[in-house]
């Protein structure tokens, strides 16, 4: 009985709020179907600049001595850590959830945009070079996001009915305490993502890279 009571509280909150997880999620879809159509829709010469020069970059960057693992996993959850707190404050501020949609999108566009191009350009190859840079992480990541982002969606959508709406009166306090703990799990979490990113994404890229980007 007692692992049924455990899941009750999870079961509740995604059965009551399961409306904003999935409007997240197809949030997140449209933004990586829009970055695939970006890539359909740049001419030959603005694909060939840009994939000479991300050809320059990884080749560049994935042989540079200076690189390590430890810088590596330093930028990576830095960088998750800003955009946690940025989703955590706008949560708060309530006027915020347009920003959290646009956030989202543009994860999502950016991720579109990146696996597109290389397949786009390098067919087969272009997606083995893209699931080895990118897929590892982000198995972890676009839900850490998507979970961040209907979480910091309930909490500013639960503090305006509180403020407009007489008979939908929670204790905010609690809420925010809970709210707090969320995004603390979900920090130590991304902390995984990012160790995957320093160093399982970054040993793959550069064994495949000489094979797949010349």
Do not use: C
Not at 135 to 160: K, R
Not at 204 to 214: A, F, N, P, V, Y
């Amino acid at each position: 009985m007692k692992p049924v009571k455990n899941r009750k509280p999870i079961t509740t909150h995604f059965t009551k709020y399961h409306t904003i997880y999935i409007f997240t999620i197809i949030l997140f879809i449209t933004g990586i179907i829009f970055g695939a159509i970006i890539v359909n829709s740049m001419n030959f010469v603005q694909k060939t600049d840009l994939y000479f020069y991300l050809e320059r970059f990884f080749l560049s960057y994935l042989q540079e001595d200076t690189v390590t693992h430890q810088s590596l996993f330093k930028n990576a959850f830095f960088y998750h850590i800003q955009f946690l707190s940025l989703l955590f404050f706008l949560g708060i501020a309530v006027i915020g959830l347009p920003i959290i949609w646009v956030l989202l999108f543009v994860k999502g566009v950016a991720i579109g945009f990146t696996v597109g191009f290389f397949v786009n350009q390098l067919g087969l190859k272009g997606l083995i070079f893209s699931f080895s840079a990118i897929a590892p992480q982000n198995l972890i990541i676009i839900p850490i996001y998507i979970i961040a982002s209907s979480f910091a969606m309930i909490f500013s959508l639960t503090l305006l009915q509180s403020m407009f709406s007489k008979r939908y009166k929670q204790p905010i306090l609690q809420i925010f305490y809970r709210y707090i703990i969320v995004f603390t799990g979900l920090l130590v979490i991304v902390s995984i993502a990012a160790l995957l990113e320093s160093f399982v994404s970054f040993e793959t890229m550069r064994i495949i890279s000489d094979r797949i980007i010349k």
